[in-house]
């Protein structure tokens, strides 16, 4: 297989150059702009990219009836990705204000969590679950591949657990105050 030429790895980046595109991302931002003003908050995140979605939840925050923040959270929360450590004092006065979140009944007794991370900085981070080989496949780097990170445990009092959250993945995310 002959090695490709400049010419061709930059050519599948000039489709922005094509009006469609353009069209394509006007489009989407007057779509943006139609939910945020009818108030359609799920459809304002969907719309974002995962990386995008929790800096949106966070502006349109003040904005969300008080009544409709636990769902919104409920709804969206496992659809965050990115560095979302630097969010973390919001996040957990955001679950704070609307109290426990989830389908996972709060438990009675302290539970044991795990959390899984790439650097001993993220230890204390607010998403953890009770599925050890998940918390050791984010120390792994999770989908980004094999970076041996560190898996933290800990047994938490039920009054320091803001969420759970199920997930497809088996997940059973739990964000605790930490």
């Given at each position: 297989?002959?090695?490709p030429?400049?010419?061709?790895?930059v050519a599948?980046l000039?489709a922005?150059?094509?009006?469609?595109?353009?069209?394509?991302?006007?489009?989407l931002?007057?779509?943006?702009?139609?939910a945020?003003v009818?108030?359609?908050w799920?459809?304002?995140?969907i719309?974002?990219?995962?990386?995008a979605?929790?800096?949106?939840?966070?502006?349109?925050?003040?904005?969300?009836?008080?009544d409709?923040?636990?769902?919104?959270?409920?709804d969206?929360?496992?659809?965050?990705?990115?560095?979302?450590?630097?969010?973390?004092?919001k996040?957990?006065?955001?679950?704070r204000e609307v109290g426990?979140v989830g389908?996972?009944?709060?438990?009675?007794?302290?539970i044991?969590?795990?959390?899984?991370?790439?650097?001993?900085?993220?230890?204390r981070?607010v998403s953890?679950?009770?599925?050890?080989r998940?918390?050791?496949f984010?120390?792994?780097g999770?989908?980004?591949?094999p970076?041996?990170?560190f898996?933290?445990t800990?047994?938490?009092?039920?009054?320091?657990?803001?969420?759970?959250?199920?997930?497809?993945t088996?997940m059973?995310?739990?964000?605790i105050l930490t």
């Open positions: 297989m002959a090695t030429t400049q010419k061709e790895l599948p000039v922005i150059n094509d009006p469609g595109y353009w069209e394509g991302v006007a489009r931002e007057a779509m943006k702009e139609e945020m009818f108030g359609n799920n459809e304002v995140l719309l974002e990219s995962s990386y979605r929790l800096p949106k939840l966070i502006e349109i925050w003040p904005k969300v009836p008080p409709q923040r636990r769902q919104l959270l409920a969206n929360w496992d659809c965050c990705d990115g560095n979302l450590w630097q969010y973390r004092n996040v957990i006065a955001m679950f426990y389908d996972l009944g709060c438990p009675p007794e302290p044991r969590l795990y959390r899984g991370t790439v650097s001993p900085r993220w230890s981070g953890w679950t009770t599925n050890l998940i918390a050791r984010f120390a792994d999770g989908r980004f591949g970076m041996g990170g898996v933290y800990v047994d938490v009092p039920r009054e320091a657990i803001l969420a759970g959250l199920p997930s497809g088996k059973n995310m739990w964000l």
